[in-house]
Each structure stands twice: as C-alpha cells, then as structure tokens.
C-alpha cells in the first residue's frame, strides 16, 4: 500500500472544527483513503472511507483533492470524546496477487488533543 | 455479542512461558485479523483467517507465534516461550467479508506484557 504522511500531533478546542490533513502523493488510481482513529486503551474505529469524491457521515466528514494526492479528515465539532490517534491509510480494493486486500497498514498517525 | 471481544484484558507473564490469547469475532463475520501494537506505533498485520484457515500468516514474527480458529469463529493466538520483546498489546477485528471497502471492528485488544 502507498504511504501517507500525517503530522504528529495537532490540538484543537472543544467544539470547534477539525481539519485532519494527509498526504498521499504516490496514490494509486485505485487506492481508496480510509481513516480509522483509535481511542485511548481501545482499538482502531473506522470513521469513514473514500475513492474521488467527498464523503460525509455521521462521525465525520472526507475532503479528497482533485488530484488525490492529499485527504483531510474533519470534525465538524469537536468533542473531548474525538481526542485520538487519527491514521490516515490507503488501501487498494485488490492485493498485488490479485486477491482481495485484507491488510490495513498503520503509519503513526496523528494524535489529537481537545481542550476544554 | 455486538463487539469483538478479547480475553484476557491484560496478561502479565514470564520470560519463557506460554501464554494463549482469544478473540470472540461479531457473529457471522467470516475474516479475522490479528495485529500487535508496540508503544507509540501503529498495529501491524499478523494473520488473517478466512474462515477456519489462516489465509495469510506472513506477519507472525516467528515460529513461537501460532493461531487458530478451529470452528471457524473464536480464534487463540499462542506464543511459546515468551520473550521481553513480545510485550505489546494484542489487537483482534473480524469483518463480514473479506477486502473491499468493508470495515474492520477491532477488539480493545490484550495487554500483555512479559516480565
């Protein structure tokens, strides 16, 4: 799976938006962007997933640039229950023998800190 | 159950002993993964299981990490002979399909941590 690049650590305040940025330059045309988060002494949660355009759910919301190379996650308000580790992963729905694509390759992501 | 649920919470062992690990996946979920998550990293693949077959063990570390899932739903990693660097926490999520766009649903993972 491609890389993406996250920054460490980014903080934010309590019911404010929350911009999220990943950059993925070496993109594949068929690498969707998924990012998970995972909450402290939890595992990993899927939050949302996209291809090219943008994607909006209940958690939160996926700005994918028009030439793909670069994602941001947002938190339309934040909350001290967002305060995470927000990873940022590409995955191709076909593995490079031809099955299906199973793994999930974690970087270091981003951890975010909410203030009250 | 509604989540995947692993057993112990956390397990404190010594150098050299042998401990077992088990994930209960969501019911009717068919993949299993298992990943190990060392301080301040992301988890890394171990396994994955397709049904009672472990499709992709090409992330065990070495001979003394095994798993099984014999019926096809709860899977066990072992460990043989335990070392200080197998300490980390053990992560577990099954999916309904395999690959896709499917989601994963992690476990809260085991703790274990060799003394």
């Known amino acids: 799976d491609a890389k993406t690049t996250q920054p460490n650590s980014m903080e934010s305040n309590e019911e404010e938006p929350v911009h999220l940025p990943c950059n993925h330059s070496?993109?594949?045309?068929?690498?969707?962007i998924h990012w998970y988060r995972q909450l402290p002494s939890q595992g990993p949660e899927y939050v949302i997933h996209?291809?090219?355009s943008n994607v909006n759910n209940r958690m939160a919301s996926l700005a994918i640039a028009e030439d793909r190379k670069s994602s941001t996650l947002i938190l339309h308000r934040a909350t001290l229950r967002d305060a995470a580790v927000y990873y940022c992963?590409?995955?191709?729905?076909?593995?490079?023998?031809?099955?299906?694509?199973?793994?999930?390759?974690f970087g270091k992501g981003t951890l975010l800190t909410v203030n009250p | 159950g509604a989540g995947v649920s692993q057993t112990p919470s956390n397990k404190v062992t010594e150098k050299g002993k042998y401990v077992e690990l088990r994930c209960d996946p969501i019911?009717?979920?068919?993949?299993l993964y298992w990943y190990r998550q060392s301080l301040g990293q992301g988890p890394e693949f171990l396994i994955y299981?397709?049904?009672?077959?472990?499709?992709?063990d090409s992330g065990l570390p070495n001979d003394r990490f095994f798993a099984v899932r014999p019926e096809g739903s709860v899977s066990t990693l072992k460990i043989q002979r335990t070392e200080r660097g197998d300490s980390a926490v053990y992560l577990c999520?099954?999916?309904?399909?395999?690959?896709?766009?499917?989601?994963?649903?992690f476990g809260s993972g085991t703790r274990l941590t060799v003394v």
């Open positions: 992963i590409l995955r191709d729905d076909v593995s490079p023998s031809g099955g299906s694509n199973y793994k999930l390759t």
């Open positions: 070496t993109i594949s045309g068929t690498d969707y």
């Open positions: 996209g291809l090219t």
């Open positions: 999520a099954s999916s309904r399909r395999t690959g896709g766009l499917y989601g994963y649903t």
């Open positions: 299981f397709q049904g009672t077959g472990a499709a992709d």
């Open positions: 019911s009717g979920h068919t993949a």
